[in-house]
């Protein structure tokens, strides 16, 4: 039991770290990409890695409030995507 | 519940968590890596759905171990709404690019693929055109 338990704690920190690790590297890389394009997909991959994190940390705490939080984000984040694709296609939001 | 199933709930748990998180890590591989916006977009809509989603199967399994019906139920919602969202958002950007001019990459030498959209678009250009002038036609 107690092996299983750290175990699976050990797997949820390399999780935690690795998607840490992995915002700063998609943030550097929207810093070096000038394609507007590129950037909006960026935004769009660095707001599902976030929510990953959010999903990790509800594990870890274990608290589900966490799953609540994402899901606002989860939201916001494709409403976010769609206007700005929207924006930059027809040069206005509605 | 007996011992070992929760053992087993746990390690399988473990598992989804690894398989979700090494799909992350291949999303931004392809964004690295990929020589076109289309295909980096192909590359990190994985992201969305696999990574995530196995993240959550991660999670389904954890509530059955916690005998947590808060959990479980807010785990298979993100679930649903992940499945909905993502590839919306993913086609809203596509389409966007090419309504932009975005060029798809076709090969070294520009011969590779084809496209089949500047096709259909052209089409319904043609008959958008021709309906019009036979409109015209009409009224004079």
Do not use: C
């Not at chain 2, 999303?27 to 690295?32: P, T």
């Not at chain 2, 001019?101 to 030498?109: I, M, N, R, S």
Request: net charge positive.
């Amino acid at each position: 039991m107690t092996v299983a338990n750290a175990i699976f704690d050990i797997v949820l920190y390399i999780g935690l770290l690795t998607h840490i690790g992995l915002i700063a590297a998609s943030l550097y890389t929207f810093w070096k990409r000038t394609l507007v394009f590129d950037r909006l997909i960026i935004a769009d991959l660095v707001a599902t890695y976030i929510l990953a994190l959010l999903v990790i940390l509800a594990m870890l705490m274990p608290e589900s409030l966490f799953l609540d939080v994402g899901l606002g984000l989860a939201a916001m984040g494709f409403i976010g995507a769609i206007a700005l694709a929207k924006y930059i296609a027809d040069q206005q939001m509605f | 519940m007996p011992d070992f199933v929760l053992i087993i709930l746990l390690l399988l748990a473990a598992l989804f968590v690894l398989a979700g998180t090494v799909l992350s890590v291949i999303g931004l591989v392809g964004l690295k890596r990929l020589p076109d916006m289309y295909t980096r977009l192909h590359a990190t809509g994985k992201v969305g759905l696999f990574g995530v989603v196995l993240l959550l199967l991660g999670v389904f399994f954890f509530g059955i171990y916690q005998a947590d019906w808060t959990i479980i139920l807010r785990a298979v919602l993100l679930f649903l709404f992940l499945l909905i969202v993502g590839p919306t958002a993913a086609h809203a950007i596509s389409s966007a690019a090419y309504r932009f001019g975005q060029e798809p990459y076709l090969g070294p030498d520009g011969k590779g693929g084809r496209d089949d959209l500047a096709r259909d678009v052209r089409q319904k250009a043609e008959e958008l055109l021709a309906e019009h002038r036979r409109k015209k036609k009409k009224e004079k």
